[in-house]
């Protein structure tokens, strides 16, 4: 019952942007635009799918962004000074991204270090490193076909980083609703100690998500590199509490216990279409920031609300 | 002796339930007044309306002679009403002078004078003869320890009545004793006890009235000495009580489970015993003793310094509850909210958490067989709910501990160890689950039954172990049992009995 | 053991001040020492304020871009002549009003303060970045930087300001009624509820002071310069969060001691000026604050370890 109304209020949010951005800018509505835009949101998009379940867990996960810039800039290293196959390069550090992952695992789940502070510190410490190993410079250069992954599109209209964002986001939805693995995020989210007496996993779990978290960041940070043709110790600066807000705003609680891949979704969309159709009609990036901030707060405050009111009814 | 406090035909309803109607309550000046019933009888939301939690719908409330309405908690205890409450309301990360002060510190304008604090605090504690450390962080102590905060901090703020709901749930017996001796010493000093608890022979210990609640009207009240415990439980329940422990004809088989030179952390030292199938182990032991830790070494909770489990004759090694699980170990928790259930989830999530490896399916979670099997445990364990899909959160203690059973009934574990299974829950629900485990023994499964209610253990199990600060110190064989050796073994007033019979 | 955490601290602040020292003698000159205060002096009060939300059981993020607001907006005012004490007035008030609009927001509609403050560091960055236009403030009166040069026995005003206040901070979190209120809240939600104390108005008041912590900042930190840049203030509230934990406050809530946060926030300055003397390039700065934060952690942790295994 509650999930329902969360999606459908989700929902007719977006249709709003929609129909608002088309008003203020006949651009808006094309195809080759909303599809363009849709390239823009793949790594954030990607990324929410392991941040979805870390939050359902009740735990956070503050070092994608930076693990992202990280793999980038590895995978940018290992191809340029190594001379390694841009590709295998680029498989290879998304490991390198599962490695890291699977650090901030080991350590929440080892030594119960909560999540927020761990991944702070990770946060502070993957991008820092990826700073140093690039001497603050870009790393350019990559081959076209490479290039041409990020950049291109299918049928000239429909780039192609997106499919590799629905089959990720699929595949997490059948996992997170519908499997065994699913039901115990939800549980441990709800009750740890409950469910580690219920049998469940609970370190295994946690050590899997985070390194699927990092796994994703590290892909991330390869269709990030062949989007824009670089590698940069500062790719994605801030995106973390992007990703963390397109999530919340999609229904999950940050508390724990509740949330879906699907909502989860439909908060990067509303965010993606937000700030392209503010960039259509020329408004600067700065308001951007600041109608994304508001959205969020309505957002959550009307989730409370109908909460309350369905948490009322039910009892 | 006059009444300090009167209640006249007070009701109180909530949406879809009469709570309470038209009750009546009088507790007089300086008496210890218990307050029992089964769960949902009304004895909390009476309680809460004198605490000024709740308003009631009617009646009135005479204090001391005086109608009052009692606004709220702050109102209430300004009033001379406070309450020491099972979700212990103390700070565990401040100091137990701070604890005794939080909401009312003295001081002027917005300052804490803690020289004030600590004068008073001193004081008190010589009048009423309980001692505590001062400046030791409350977290640190222990739970009886945390409970006399609260009685003390109450105290301090000249209560004249101080409600105690289940005050001895997680005490030692011990601590019971200086428990009881404090709340004597409060009715020396002119102190009102009003006294809600499960364990009636406390209240046949402690109180000197008992009020019984049924179904949210009062039933009776009368002194305790002109009461006995079967009118008591027959006056709660409404019913006679026939067979209150039902009887086993099966008699225990072969070994089941042998756990030998178990050690861990200076809790436990060198466990050892057997348990078989179709027997009913009892452990008996007061707080502290370590069974529950034994618990959940056997279902891999905790990994053990030393010592080696076996499952019919073979040795295996228990890593983690799913491994017990497997091997057919089961551990019904102690604490039902905390450990033992997913509260916000359904009654069919529950059931199915720790079977979900076992029910069949392809990749994906086979809800129809997930509904199937849980309501089939509905219906075989009488589980009092609307449906398999309303929250655990919802249930009544004893239909909550039954999904606790169900979960692993289903999983057709072939040891079941049972923490403390009754605690906490009505008369009518105790017998319930006393019948299913005489039924899983009758099965062939082996219970171990963990509990400090001497009186079930005695009635139920085949053998009695008796645990004192992690050593076995007593095996008491069906024919030999004696609740005086066995208390005087638990607290170590005995000499260790011959541990041969560990073996059965 | 109760001395523990910040002897530890100054422990380890000392070791690596002797340790530059040897490698670089020049290390503990007065120059670094106090270039080590200012940045410290400029942190300071934020992190007090953080700190305090924090053991009451919440997080703010949402300081770095109530700092900007407040620095920028003076400096625009201070371009009008305005005298400073009116400054501060301002800075410190609009630091409070914001801090109180997300007491507010947090309260009146129980959303957790790390999601509304969240969205407030969106609204606010983009709001005075909007504003600026992305320009920086310049030409700057001289009055201005008076408050960040004038020196008392050779220390700049802003180290005294700062450390007075931390250090009075340390005693009044002793001896005033709220600032125990704000610890009872962050240990033991419930039994506040309980015992009548009213977690609401504890939250939007600790919410409200770091607002006025961060306008006060503001106006320390801005006065160093003649010019204020656009995005001054960015990753501040990490920076405070990174000190209070390090300083041995508990993430949960209801333990934490001001005395740790002040060391916390001195040895990361220190590790910034360390790294500054061994030549390892500012770039690797933030990996080496992640690495600090991390051991710290790591040995809080394995200290308290039994206890949480009796937990479960």
């Not at chain 2, 076992?358 to 009092?384: G, N, Y």
């Not at chain 3, 916390?264 to 790294?275: E, P």
Request: charged fraction near 20%.
């Amino acid at each position: 019952m509650r999930v329902f109304r969360k999606e459908f209020v989700l929902l007719l949010v977006l249709i709003l942007v929609f129909v608002i951005m088309s008003f203020l800018s006949k651009e808006f509505l094309r195809v080759s635009n909303l599809l363009e835009a849709l390239r823009y949101a793949v790594e954030m998009g990607i990324m929410t799918i392991p941040m979805t379940m870390i939050i359902v867990t009740g735990g956070i996960d503050l070092s994608v962004a930076s693990n992202l810039a990280l793999s980038s800039i590895l995978m940018g290293i290992i191809w340029k000074y190594v001379g390694i196959n841009i590709w295998i390069a680029g498989i290879m550090a998304s490991i390198l991204g599962a490695g890291a992952g699977a650090l901030n695992g080991v350590l929440i789940t080892k030594l119960n270090i909560p999540p927020i502070v761990v991944t702070l510190a990770t946060m502070a410490a993957y991008r820092g490193i990826a700073t140093g190993l690039s001497r603050g410079r870009g790393i350019t250069g990559f081959p076209e076909s490479f290039q041409n992954f990020g950049q291109g599109s299918l049928g000239g209209l429909v780039p192609y980083s997106i499919f590799i964002w629905i089959i990720i986001a699929i595949i997490g939805h059948i996992i997170l609703s519908k499997s065994k693995f699913g039901r115990y995020v939800f549980a441990i989210g709800h009750n740890e100690v409950g469910a580690l007496y219920s049998t469940v996993p609970v370190a295994r779990v946690k050590f899997i998500l985070y390194t699927l978290s990092g796994l994703m960041a590290g892909l991330s940070g390869m269709i990030y590199s062949a989007r824009i043709g670089a590698s940069k110790s500062n790719a994605f600066m801030g995106g973390e509490l992007e990703v963390i807000t397109a999530v919340v705003l999609g229904g999950t609680s940050i508390t724990g216990g509740e949330g879906n891949i699907l909502g989860s979704t439909l908060g990067v969309l509303i965010i993606t279409f937000l700030k392209n159709g503010l960039n259509l009609a020329r408004i600067p990036h700065s308001i951007q920031s600041v109608i994304v901030g508001i959205v969020l707060v309505i957002a959550i405050v009307s989730y409370t609300k109908l909460g309350t009111r369905a948490f009322k009814e039910g009892k | 002796m006059e009444n300090i406090l009167e209640l006249f035909q007070i009701s109180k309803s909530f949406p879809g339930v009469q709570a309470l109607k038209d009750v009546d309550f009088f507790l007089r000046k300086g008496e210890v007044h218990a307050l029992v019933g089964e769960n949902g009888a009304g004895k909390s939301t009476l309680v809460k309306i004198i605490m000024g939690v709740h308003q009631p719908d009617s009646g009135k409330i005479v204090l001391e002679g005086k109608e009052v309405k009692i606004h709220d908690p702050n109102h209430a205890r300004s009033l001379g009403i406070s309450a020491i409450h099972q979700e212990l309301a103390v700070f565990p990360d401040l100091t137990v002078l701070e604890n005794l002060f939080i909401g009312w510190q003295p001081g002027k304008f917005g300052f804490v004078n803690w020289k004030r604090m600590r004068e008073m605090a001193e004081t008190k504690m010589k009048e009423v003869g309980i001692n505590l450390p001062l400046d030791e962080e409350v977290g640190n102590l222990s739970t009886a320890q945390q409970e006399l905060v609260q009685i003390l901090r109450a105290l301090l703020q000249n209560s004249k009545i101080i409600i105690m709901d289940e005050p001895t749930a997680s005490l030692t017996a011990d601590e019971t004793k200086v428990l009881f001796s404090t709340v004597r010493r409060l009715k020396n000093h002119g102190v009102s006890v009003i006294y809600i608890s499960h364990r009636l022979e406390e209240v046949f210990e402690i109180a000197d009235n008992v009020t019984i609640l049924r179904d949210g009207v009062k039933v009776l009240d009368k002194a305790v000495k002109d009461i006995t415990p079967s009118e008591l439980i027959e006056n709660m329940i409404g019913r006679k009580l026939e067979t209150y422990y039902p009887p086993k004809k099966a008699k225990p088989g072969e070994v089941m489970l042998e756990v030998k030179g178990i050690s861990f952390d200076g809790i436990l030292k060198n466990i050892s015993f057997k348990a078989h199938k179709g027997e009913i182990l009892g452990i008996s032991g007061l707080l502290g003793s370590g069974r529950s830790t034994l618990a959940k070494i056997i279902f891999g909770i905790l990994k053990p310094d030393d010592g080696s489990i076996y499952l019919e004759g073979k040795e295996v090694k228990i890593n983690d509850p799913m491994k017990a699980s497997m091997l057919g170990i089961a551990y019904i928790p102690e604490d039902r909210h905390r450990q033992g259930l997913i509260l916000p989830e359904t009654v069919r999530f529950n059931i199915s958490l720790p079977n979900l490896p076992v029910i069949p399916r392809k990749v994906l979670v086979d809800i129809a067989k997930e509904k199937e099997l849980s309501q089939e445990m509905v219906r075989r364990l009488d589980i009092r709910t609307p449906s398999v899909e309303f929250l655990t959160m919802n249930l009544s203690g004893g239909n909550q501990q039954k999904v606790v059973l169900a979960k692993w009934i289903l999983r057709n574990s072939k040891i079941l160890i049972m923490d403390e299974p009754t605690h906490g829950i009505d008369v009518g629900a105790k017998n319930a689950i006393y019948h299913l485990m005489v039924n899983l023994a009758e099965q062939g499964r082996t219970i171990i039954f963990i509990s400090s209610e001497l009186p079930e253990l005695l009635g139920m199990c085949d053998r009695i172990l008796v645990m004192r600060k992690g050593e076995i110190v007593g095996v008491f064989n069906r024919g030999e049992f004696s609740e005086d050796r066995i208390l005087a073994l638990a607290a170590g007033f005995a000499e260790k009995e011959a541990v041969g019979g560990a073996g059965g | 053991m109760k001395l523990g955490r910040e002897f530890t601290l100054l422990l380890v602040l000392v070791v690596l001040a002797t340790f530059v020292q040897i490698v670089h003698p020049g290390f503990l000159s007065f120059r670094t020492i106090h270039v080590i205060l200012e940045n410290s002096a400029v942190m300071l009060l934020s992190a007090i304020g953080t700190t305090l939300v924090i053991i009451s059981g919440q997080i703010d993020l949402s300081i770095g871009s109530v700092l900007a607001v407040c620095a920028i907006t003076s400096a625009q005012l201070a371009l009008h002549n305005v005298p400073l004490v009116l400054l501060f007035l301002w800075s410190i008030g609009l630091g409070a009003g914001l801090g109180a609009i997300n007491g507010l927001v947090t309260v009146l509609f129980k959303v957790p303060a790390m999601i509304v403050t969240l969205a407030a560091m969106a609204i606010w960055r983009g709001f005075i970045l909007w504003w600026t236009g992305g320009y920086w403030v310049t030409d700057l009166p001289d009055y201005w930087k008076a408050l960040g040069s004038t020196k008392i026995l050779n220390f700049t005003l802003p180290i005294w300001i700062a450390f007075s206040i931390g250090v009075l901070t340390i005693f009044l979190v002793r001896k005033i009624r709220f600032f125990r209120h704000v610890y009872a809240v962050g240990s033991n939600r419930k039994a506040a509820k309980l015992l009548g104390i009213s977690e609401g108005k504890v939250t939007f008041l600790v919410l409200t002071l770091n607002g006025a912590l961060a306008g006060f900042s503001a106006l320390l930190s801005a006065s160093r310069f003649f010019i204020i840049p656009s995005n001054i203030g960015t990753g501040l509230e990490l920076s405070a969060i990174a000190a209070t934990v390090i300083g041995g406050t508990n993430i949960m809530g209801g333990k934490g001691k001001i005395e740790g946060t002040i060391l916390g926030v001195l040895l990361m300055t220190t590790i910034s000026s360390s790294l500054v003397f061994l030549h390892i390039e500012s770039v690797w700065d933030n990996a080496f604050k992640g690495m600090i934060i991390l051991l710290a952690i790591i040995s809080d942790v394995l200290r308290a370890r039994r206890k949480s295994e009796a937990r479960l």
